[in-house]
C-alpha cells in the first residue's frame, strides 16, 4: 500500500506535463504502485478564484475513488471557512509564495486555529519548482522555515505538513517541532530515506512525489532504498491514513 | 552495466576517504557498475589556484589507484591558471593514470580562448571535457565566470570535434538542450537538481538518444532519485540502456 500526498492536476506555464486529467494520474500512479493520492489543483497557483480551481480539481477527481482533492485556500481573502465544512479530518494547502502573503498574516492564524480546533491538517507548500529553474520574470521565494517553525510552535495541536522542502530544512522542522511532517519529494542527499530518519521520527515523513512536476519514480525508489522495513511502511502509507484519516 | 558519468569524492561532508567503499558499495546497490569521479571541485572555491587544484587532483588519483576496478578519473583544472600548469596537470593525469577526461567548472568562461590550448590538447589526447552548465540568469552575480548552454554551444562551435559532456540537464533545462542541439560534438549528463519530469524524453528527442549519459551528481544527490528520472522516463529499453550505460562506455572508452 503506498498512498502519495503529493500530487496535483492542471496546467503549469513552465512545464509540459503528461498527466493532465484524472484518468491519466490514475493510470500513471497505478503503473508506478501507488494506490491513492491527494491532488491538489496547479491552476490554483495563479487563479484567484481558488473556490473555482478546486470544483474544475473536483470534476476529474471524483470520478476516481484513488484521488482525494486537497482543496487549496488563500487566508487573505474571504470564504475559506467554506473549505473546513464537510465530513472527514479537515485539510487545506497554503501556496504563501505564489499568493504573497506571510504565515504570520491574520488570516492565516484564524485558518491554523481553526484547523488546530478541527484536528485538521495544514498543508504548506514551500516550493512548486528549484528556484533556480524558475523563469527569470516569476520568482517565487520558498516559504521560510523560521516562519513555519514559529507557527508550528505557537499551536502545537495543529498538524502541518510541509510539501516540497529540502532535506536541510525538513530535518530541521520535523527534527525539532513533532507537529510538523514532511514529504519525501524533494528530499534528496546520497542514501535519503536513510540519513533523513537519523534526525527525523518515521512517523513525520510522507510519501510524496511532487507528480506531475517530477518523475514519479524518483520518490519510489527513494523509498525502497529505506532499510527499516517498518518506516517504510510507516512513511508509504501509514503516516497518511492516520494524519488524514483516509 | 550502468556507468555514472557525474559523482564526486571526496565532496562536502564526505571528506573520509577511507569511505568510498561505502559510496562504491551504495552504488552497486543500484546497479551502477563504474563511477567516474570529477574531483571535490568547490573544495577551494570558485578560482582554485595551481597549488589546491593539484591537491584536488590528488585526491582523485589516490582513490583511482585504490579502486580502479570501479573507478575512473577526470583531471579538474581552472583554465585561469597558467597554461603550462594546465597542460603539464592534464600530461600527469591522463597520459599518467589513465584518466578519461578533463571537468572544468566556473572559473573561467568557456567562450575565453584561454580554453584553447586545454581543449586541443583534450583532442590529442581523446579524451572528453565535462563542463558545469546551467541556465540561470542570476547565478551570474554570484559566479561571473560561471558557463550557461549557449556558452557550451560557443565552445562546441570552437572545437567541433571534441567530445563536450555538458553537465546537469535538470539545470540546463529545455532551453539549454536547444542551445546545444546543433552541436553533434555536445552530450549532456541528466544529473543535478531535482529529476523534473519529462526532461530525460526531451533531451532524448531533441538531441537523440546517443548524446544523453546518465549522471547522478552524488553524493550531493541520491543515487536513487537520479536513476529513477531515467527508469521513470518514456523511453524504449534500448535507450534506457544506452543512457544508462551505453552511451558513455562508447564515448569514455569505458
Redesign the interface.
Request: proline content about 7%; overall charge neutral; some cysteine.
Given at each position: 500500500m503506498r498512498i502519495d500526498v503529493n500530487t496535483s492536476l492542471g496546467c503549469w506555464p513552465f512545464?509540459?506535463?503528461?498527466q493532465t486529467s484524472g484518468t491519466e494520474l490514475v493510470r500513471h500512479l497505478r503503473a508506478?504502485g501507488i494506490d491513492r493520492a491527494l491532488v491538489s489543483s496547479i491552476d490554483a497557483t495563479f487563479d484567484p478564484d481558488l473556490h473555482a480551481c478546486d470544483a474544475d480539481l473536483r470534476t476529474q477527481t471524483d470520478p476516481h475513488p484513488e484521488l482525494v482533492p486537497l482543496s487549496t485556500v488563500n487566508p487573505t481573502l474571504p470564504g475559506w471557512e467554506r473549505n473546513l465544512e464537510g465530513g472527514g479530518v479537515p485539510a487545506v494547502r497554503l501556496l504563501p509564495g505564489y499568493h504573497q502573503y506571510g504565515l504570520d498574516a491574520v488570516g492565516v492564524r484564524k485558518l491554523a486555529g481553526a484547523l488546530a480546533e478541527r484536528k485538521g491538517v495544514l498543508v504548506i507548500q514551500v516550493r512548486l519548482?528549484?528556484e533556480?529553474?524558475h523563469y527569470?520574470l516569476c520568482?517565487i521565494p520558498p516559504v521560510e522555515m523560521q516562519a513555519i517553525r514559529l507557527l508550528a510552535r505557537a499551536l502545537p495541536e495543529l498538524r502541518i505538513l510541509c510539501l516540497c522542502c529540502y532535506g536541510e530544512t525538513a530535518k530541521e522542522l520535523a527534527g525539532t517541532c513533532r507537529n510538523v511532517h514532511v514529504d519525501l519529494s524533494?528530499i534528496?542527499?546520497?542514501?535519503?530515506v536513510n540519513r533523513l530518519l537519523d534526525e527525523v521520527a518515521p512517523e513525520q515523513v510522507l510519501f510524496g512525489s511532487h507528480?506531475?512536476?517530477?518523475?514519479?519514480?524518483?520518490?519510489?525508489?527513494?523509498l525502497?532504498?529505506c532499510s527499516d522495513p517498518d518506516a517504510a511502511a510507516a512513511i508509504a502509507a501509514a503516516n497518511a491514513r492516520r494524519l488524514f484519516g483516509l | 552495466m550502468i556507468v555514472d558519468v557525474h559523482t564526486h569524492y571526496p565532496f562536502g561532508k564526505?571528506q573520509n576517504l577511507d569511505r568510498i567503499d561505502r559510496?562504491i558499495d551504495?552504488a552497486q546497490?543500484?546497479g551502477i557498475g563504474w563511477l567516474c569521479l570529477l574531483g571535490d571541485v568547490l573544495r577551494h572555491g570558485q578560482f582554485p589556484d595551481e597549488a589546491q587544484v593539484r591537491e584536488i587532483n590528488d585526491l582523485t588519483l589516490e582513490l583511482v589507484r585504490r579502486r580502479g576496478d570501479v573507478l575512473s578519473g577526470f583531471c579538474f583544472l581552472n583554465p585561469a591558471n597558467q597554461t603550462a600548469f594546465c597542460l603539464e596537470e592534464m600530461e600527469r593525469c591522463i597520459a599518467g593514470a589513465g584518466f578519461v577526461g578533463v571537468k572544468l567548472e566556473n572559473a573561467l568562461n568557456c567562450r575565453d580562448r584561454r580554453l584553447d590550448p586545454i581543449m586541443e590538447k583534450v583532442r590529442e589526447s581523446n579524451a572528453a571535457v565535462l563542463h558545469h552548465s546551467?541556465?540561470?540568469?542570476?547565478?551570474k552575480e554570484a559566479q561571473p565566470q560561471f558557463s550557461n548552454p549557449a556558452d557550451i554551444a560557443d565552445l562546441a562551435g570552437r572545437f567541433p570535434d571534441v567530445p563536450i559532456i555538458m553537465a546537469h540537464l535538470?539545470?540546463c533545462?529545455i532551453r539549454g538542450v536547444l542551445d546545444v542541439a546543433d552541436h553533434a560534438n555536445v552530450y549532456v549528463d541528466t544529473s543535478g537538481?531535482?529529476?523534473?519530469?519529462?526532461l530525460?524524453d526531451y533531451a532524448v528527442r531533441k538531441l537523440g538518444v546517443d548524446r544523453v549519459l546518465f549522471g547522478s551528481d552524488?553524493?550531493?544527490?541520491?543515487?536513487?532519485?537520479?536513476?529513477?528520472?531515467i527508469?521513470?522516463?518514456?523511453l524504449d529499453e534500448t535507450a534506457r540502456q544506452a543512457i544508462l550505460g551505453g552511451n558513455a562506455r562508447r564515448l569514455l572508452r569505458i
Open positions: 512545464q509540459r506535463f503528461a508506478e519548482e528549484d533556480r529553474s527569470p520568482r524533494m534528496e542527499e546520497l542514501d535519503t507528480t506531475p512536476f517530477l518523475t514519479t519514480r524518483a520518490a519510489v525508489m527513494k525502497q532504498a | 564526505h559510496f551504495l546497490g543500484f546551467w541556465s540561470c540568469p542570476w547565478l535538470t539545470g533545462g537538481g531535482q529529476p523534473v519530469a519529462g530525460v552524488a553524493p550531493g544527490r541520491s543515487f536513487a532519485a537520479q536513476l529513477g528520472r527508469y521513470g522516463a518514456d
